[in-house]
T-cell receptor, first 115, second 113 residues
Framework: DTEVTQTPKHLVMGMTNKKSLKCEQH?????MYWYKQKAKKPPELMFVYSYEKLSINESVPSRFSPECPNSSLLNLHLHALQPEDSALYLC??????????????FGPGTRLTVT | GDSVTQMEGPVTLSEEAFLTINCTYT??????LFWYVQYPGEGLQLLLKATKADDKGSNKGFEATYRKETTSFHLEKGSVQVSDSAVYFCALRRMDSSYKLIFGSGTRLLVRP
């Protein structure tokens, strides 16, 4: 099973709202990722967790706050977003051994619209 | 810096035609190479991979060979179907990079009946 699930599938939020995106995998992967994808562009890495610890923050604005409650779950908390943050948010996971990640498996994404 | 270059799209083909999507890369050492496919409204799916020179990745009739001498990883399929219509991303991961995938810009494939 190479499935990564994400909820919700679609989300519309105002600029003053607080919402959360959720991601889950049961492949035993110990690295999990958040990506942002704008239309007709490749995904851009936002955050990486390995062994439930934040390993990489690609200079993402603080209105995006990641959380990894356990090895299977990854959340992205959203607050005071801007319309330009509207995008497809993708979660991915991979094995992680010897300090290196392996091929990443992506979820279906959450289509976020900020009004 | 490291980069991946893909052919501009869209690529429009008739069903059962032969497909080639070109991908070349710039990287030091021996990166791992991947093809991902993104169907409309969906996330990315890993299509195939190769981790060393001359490796051939294959899946669902698609193939790509890791060519170190030409720094290429071209995607091929002998007979495309309408259901293959999607965006295809070539990507690399450096050996000394734990996590980061470097993606090409993506190539949209449209297959007509």
């Amino acid at each position: 099973d190479t499935e990564v699930t994400q909820t919700p599938k679609h989300l519309v939020m105002g600029m003053t709202n607080k919402k959360s995106l959720k991601c889950e995998q049961h492949m035993g992967h110990r690295a999990m990722y958040w990506y942002k994808q704008k239309a007709k562009k490749p995904p851009e890495l936002m955050f990486v967790y390995s062994y439930e610890k934040l390993s990489i923050n690609e200079s993402v604005p603080s209105r995006f706050s990641p959380e990894c409650p356990n090895s299977s779950l990854l959340n992205l908390h959203l607050h005071a977003l801007q319309p330009e943050d509207s995008a497809l948010y993708l979660c991915a996971s991979s094995h992680f051994e010897g300090g290196r990640g392996y091929e990443q498996y992506f979820g279906p994404g959450t289509r976020l619209t900020v009004t | 810096g490291d980069s991946v270059t893909q052919m501009e799209g869209p690529v429009t083909l008739s069903e059962e035609a032969f497909l080639t999507i070109n991908c070349t890369y710039t990287a030091t050492g021996y990166p791992s190479l991947f093809w991902y496919v993104q169907y409309p409204g969906e996330g990315l799916q890993l299509l195939l991979k190769a981790t060393k020179a001359d490796d051939k990745g294959s899946n669902k009739g698609f193939e790509a060979t890791y060519r170190k001498e030409t720094t290429s990883f071209h995607l091929e399929k002998g007979s495309v179907q309408v259901s293959d219509s999607a965006v295809y991303f070539c990507a690399l991961r450096r050996m000394d990079s734990s996590y980061k995938l470097i993606f090409g810009s993506g190539t949209r494939l449209l297959v007509r009946p």
